[in-house]
T-cell receptor, first 111, second 113 residues
Framework: EAGVAQSPRYKIIEKRQSVAFWCNPI?????LYWYQQILGQGPKLLIQ????????DSQLPKDRFSAERLKGVDSTLKIQPAKLEDSAVYLC?????????FGPGTRLTVT | SQQGEEDPQALSIQEGENATMNCSYK?????LQWYRQNSGRGLVHLIL?????REKHSGRLRVTLDTSKKSSSLLITASRAADTASYFC?????????????FGKGTLLTVNP
């Protein structure tokens, strides 16, 4: 089966610019996650969707980050405006029953 | 905040040796999972152990869980150069069907040929 797809793979922007990431989960997976992984650390959950509803966004910096999953399938994560500390790999994952399947991630560099 | 803490932070061994990584966590869990991440790539699920299990095997992997000590260990036997990666433990303490994972900082394993 096809895995979790993410694009772009790499993005370089200047601070205060905006950026958007896209994720297409494994077909049939109702749960979708966005994680932020800063260099040298483990992934940190930003937001969790169940179908098109938000289950947990307690660690999402809502003043600058937003995410949507309008049709309950693919999802976008947006940062506006970006800060230097947003430089990280943004991982998308999907799951059906507990085990999460991760995409390759988008490496964001904010200069 | 990160729930799990892996130990050691880095481990370097020779091919054929065994590698043991430890994970400690703070709050009660439903299950604990181990993931592998190769350089510049996404995470790959290795094994899940439930809170009522003490040991689980999968190929060359052996995971133990001690809920009284809030700790887990991952043993990779007969290591190979291809095992070089970062290994993360992740705890699921959410209950219900939310399956929310909290990851540790990881152990960087280097297997020298």
């Amino acid at each position: 089966e096809a895995g979790v797809a993410q694009s772009p793979r790499y993005k370089i922007i200047e601070k205060r610019q905006s950026v958007a990431f896209w994720c297409n989960p494994i077909s049939g997976h109702a749960t979708l996650y966005w994680y932020q992984q800063i260099l040298g650390q483990g992934p940190k959950l930003l937001i969790q969707f169940q179908n098109n509803g938000v289950v947990d966004d307690s660690q999402l910096p809502k003043d600058r980050f937003s995410a949507e999953r309008l049709k309950g399938v693919d999802s976008t994560l947006k940062i506006q405006p970006a800060k230097l500390e947003d430089s990280a790999v943004y991982l998308c994952a999907s799951s059906l029953y507990g085990e999460q399947y991760f995409g390759p991630g988008t490496r964001l560099t904010v200069t | 905040s990160q729930q799990g803490e892996e130990d050691p932070q880095a481990l370097s061994i020779q091919e054929g040796e065994n590698a043991t990584m430890n994970c400690s966590y703070k709050t009660s869990i439903n299950n604990l999972q181990w993931y592998r991440q190769n350089s510049g790539r996404g995470l790959v699920h290795l094994i899940l152990i439930r809170s009522n299990e003490r040991e689980k095997h999968s190929g060359r992997l052996r995971v133990t869980l001690d809920t009284s000590k809030k700790s887990s260990s991952l043993l990779i036997t007969a290591s190979r150069a291809a095992d070089t990666a970062s290994y993360f433990c992740a705890t699921d303490g959410s209950g219900g069907s939310n399956y929310k994972l909290t990851f540790g900082k990881g152990t960087l394993l280097t297997v020298n040929p």
